[in-house]
């Protein structure tokens, strides 16, 4: 089992930026790859990032490219998602998640390869 906690979240005006952090526990937490979620009201649950344990490589939704970057300290447990240039489409709950290690980046963007996710953080961007 592994316990997923995000922190970070909250109010901020378009243009600001934002940190998110995800702190894990319980089994090995290089066991796993990472991936950011988020859902906005009445809208799916939607893939925002993603990290492999292995290499360190990223991948990104289109939407957020350039804007956000995903990483990860092995030795804290704890995955990061900084966010600039934040737009008020941006607003949406964010969970982050772990998957195992034999998805490879491709899959990483699908929520079925995700084995555990977190209760998730608000984050709130005004016009």
């Known amino acids: 089992q592994v316990q997923l906690v995000e922190s970070g979240g909250g109010l901020v005006q378009a243009g600001g930026s934002l940190r998110l952090s995800c702190a894990a526990s319980?089994?090995?937490?290089?066991?796993?790859?990472m991936g950011w979620f988020r859902q906005a009201p009445g809208k799916e649950r939607e893939f925002v990032a993603a990290?492999?344990?292995?290499?360190?490589?990223?991948k990104y939704a289109d939407s957020v490219k350039g804007r956000f970057t995903i990483s990860r300290d092995n030795a804290k447990n704890t995955v990061y998602l900084q966010m600039n240039s934040l737009k008020p489409e941006d607003t949406a709950v964010y969970y982050c998640?772990?998957?195992?290690?034999?998805?490879?980046?491709?899959?990483?963007?699908?929520?079925?390869?995700?084995?555990?996710w977190g209760q998730g953080t608000q984050v709130t961007v005004s016009s």
């Open positions: 998640a772990a998957a195992p290690l034999y998805y490879d980046m491709g899959s990483l963007s699908r929520r079925n390869a995700y084995s555990y």
């Open positions: 319980g089994r090995t937490f290089s066991s796993y790859n």
């Open positions: 990290i492999k344990w292995s290499s360190g490589s990223t």
